[in-house]
């Protein structure tokens, strides 16, 4: 398998623990950043409490297939164990197109993301 990069959106606080959880020799991770610039606040009514990232990106690189399949078992489970009153979906796009791939919350069947990311 040659090195595919994803990127991964979804809530900061989920995106920061994927970040700290480590890569491994087969898997890379970036450093988180924001997922949209902030509102220019001149033009908004909200005040600098409601102005908030509320997203975050982080670019993942898989070198084998069975980093990828860890990797979101793991993410799976992060999710699963989210302490969330409404249920958490991280969207995949990919990493050098930014083509939204797939979406993945703890639902998600593991091994249909792969063959749908693979594509």
């Given at each position: 398998?040659?090195?595919?990069?994803?990127?991964?959106?979804?809530?900061?606080?989920?995106?920061?623990?994927?970040?700290?959880?480590?890569?491994s020799?087969?898997?890379?991770?970036?450093?988180?950043?924001?997922?949209?610039?902030?509102?220019?606040?001149?033009?908004?009514?909200?005040?600098?409490?409601?102005?908030?990232?509320?997203?975050?990106?982080?670019?993942?690189?898989?070198?084998?297939?069975?980093?990828?399949?860890?990797f979101?078992?793991?993410?799976?489970?992060?999710?699963?164990?989210?302490?969330?009153?409404?249920?958490?979906?991280?969207?995949?796009?990919?990493?050098?197109?930014?083509?939204?791939?797939?979406t993945?919350?703890?639902?998600?069947?593991v091994?249909?993301?792969?063959?749908?990311?693979?594509?």
């Amino acid at each position: 398998m040659t090195k595919q990069y994803i990127t991964l959106v979804g809530p900061e606080d989920l995106i920061k623990q994927i970040e700290t959880s480590g890569g491994s020799k087969d898997l890379e991770l970036g450093r988180s950043r924001p997922g949209d610039a902030l509102t220019d606040a001149v033009d908004t009514t909200l005040g600098p409490e409601e102005i908030k990232l509320i997203l975050q990106v982080l670019t993942v690189a898989f070198s084998t297939a069975t980093a990828a399949l860890t990797f979101f078992q793991r993410l799976k489970d992060l999710l699963a164990r989210a302490d969330t009153k409404k249920p958490v979906v991280i969207q995949i796009k990919d990493g050098r197109t930014g083509r939204k791939l797939a979406t993945i919350d703890k639902e998600t069947n593991v091994d249909d993301l792969i063959k749908r990311i693979a594509k």
